[in-house]
Nanobody, 119 residues
Framework: QVRLVESGGGLVQAGGSLRLSCAAS????????MGWFRQAPGKERELLAF????????YVADFVKGRFTISRDNAKNMVYLQMNSLKYEDTAVYLC????????????WGQGTQVTVSS
């Protein structure tokens, strides 16, 4: 089992930046992709980005492309989400999750970190 711990959330003004971190421990060898999601109150969870542990290949959702960047540090078992030009509507709980290569969906979720953007 993989354990994930997110950090780096907080309160930021619109237009500001935050970098979220996700520390992975445990059976990280079973995790092929690491992804970042967010969930705002009353809204569905949405995928923001994911990265392949082995190749570094990334995917970033169109609605945050150009503002959000995902990266990983294999040596530290860390995944990051750099968020720039934050908007009020980016306010949400941000979560990281893993997906095995053969899995149909992401699992092993972290507890999440709150990001609040003030307008």
């Amino acid at each position: 089992q993989v354990r994930l711990v997110e950090s780096g959330g907080g309160l930021v003004q619109a237009g500001g930046s935050l970098r979220l971190s996700c520390a992975a421990s445990g059976r990280t060898s079973s995790s092929y992709y690491m992804g970042w999601f967010r969930q705002a109150p009353g809204k569905e969870r949405e995928l923001l980005a994911f990265v392949s542990w082995s190749t570094g290949t990334t995917y970033v959702a169109d609605f945050v492309k150009g503002r959000f960047t995902i990266s990983r540090d294999n040596a530290k078992n860390m995944v990051y989400l750099q968020m720039n030009s934050l908007k009020y509507e980016d306010t949400a709980v941000y979560l990281c999750a893993t997906k095995a290569a053969t899995a149909a969906s992401f699992g092993s979720w972290g507890q999440g970190t709150q990001v609040t953007v003030s307008s």
